[in-house]
């Protein structure tokens, strides 16, 4: 939110965007404007296909995203309203959320250059390499925040559900 640039605003709501499906970077970019309904307090969002059902014949279940009154700069609901009303994100049910040639390499740059820019901050306060981050650790850190961000968290497999993480012993 500091950077105060209309990409900033547009990473800001991919990143949300992905962060709260636990999803694949991937994924963000194959969201379009009908795959987007409310349900009461939530916006629920359904993919077409993913990368464990190419052919799109599972059943589709929507995965639910909520605001977060407490803490505006994280929450999802405001980051993409913020970013629909500065993209002007409009058109047919068909159009993409995210609409353009290479938006996920898009977010990747614009990742990468805010990671780099507080490489310093990040890599002392957390003890990482910022060049072992990228697209590909938003999946992964989702989903271990979820694992262990509360002193009562979800279990285990409703983490992995929502993350679609493989459960090989328990799908077999």
């Given at each position: 939110?500091?950077?105060?640039?209309?990409?900033?605003?547009?990473?800001?709501?991919?990143?949300?965007?992905?962060?709260?499906?636990?999803?694949r970077a991937?994924?963000?970019?194959?969201i379009h404007?009908?795959?987007?309904?409310?349900?009461?307090?939530?916006?629920?969002?359904?993919?077409?296909?993913?990368?464990?059902?190419?052919?799109?014949?599972?059943?589709?279940?929507?995965?639910?995203?909520?605001?977060?009154?407490?803490?505006?700069?994280?929450?999802?609901?405001?980051?993409?309203?913020?970013?629909?009303?500065?993209?002007?994100?409009?058109?047919?049910?068909?159009?993409?959320?995210?609409?353009?040639?290479?938006?996920?390499?898009?977010?990747?740059?614009?990742?990468?250059?805010?990671?780099?820019?507080?490489?310093?901050?990040?890599?002392?306060?957390?003890?990482?390499e910022v060049?072992?981050?990228?697209?590909?650790?938003?999946?992964?850190?989702?989903?271990?925040?979820?694992?262990?961000?509360?002193?009562?968290?979800?279990?285990?497999?409703?983490?992995?559900?929502?993350?679609?993480?493989?459960?090989?012993?328990?799908?077999?």
């Amino acid at each position: 939110m500091l950077e105060n640039s209309t990409e900033a605003i547009f990473a800001r709501a991919f990143l949300c965007v992905t962060w709260n499906l636990v999803c694949r970077a991937s994924n963000t970019v194959t969201i379009h404007l009908h795959h987007l309904s409310w349900s009461d307090d939530c916006l629920c969002i359904y993919f077409a296909q993913m990368k464990n059902d190419q052919t799109g014949d599972r059943k589709r279940d929507p995965r639910h995203v909520y605001a977060n009154p407490h803490d505006v700069l994280v929450c999802p609901i405001t980051a993409l309203a913020m970013y629909i009303s500065i993209f002007n994100v409009t058109g047919s049910k068909d159009s993409a959320l995210f609409p353009g040639s290479n938006q996920y390499k898009r977010f990747a740059k614009s990742f990468e250059k805010l990671l780099f820019k507080h490489k310093i901050e990040i890599e002392a306060e957390f003890g990482i390499e910022v060049s072992d981050l990228g697209v590909h650790s938003l999946r992964k850190g989702a989903a271990g925040y979820i694992s262990s961000g509360s002193t009562c968290a979800p279990p285990q497999i409703a983490t992995n559900l929502r993350a679609r993480l493989t459960m090989v012993v328990i799908q077999d």
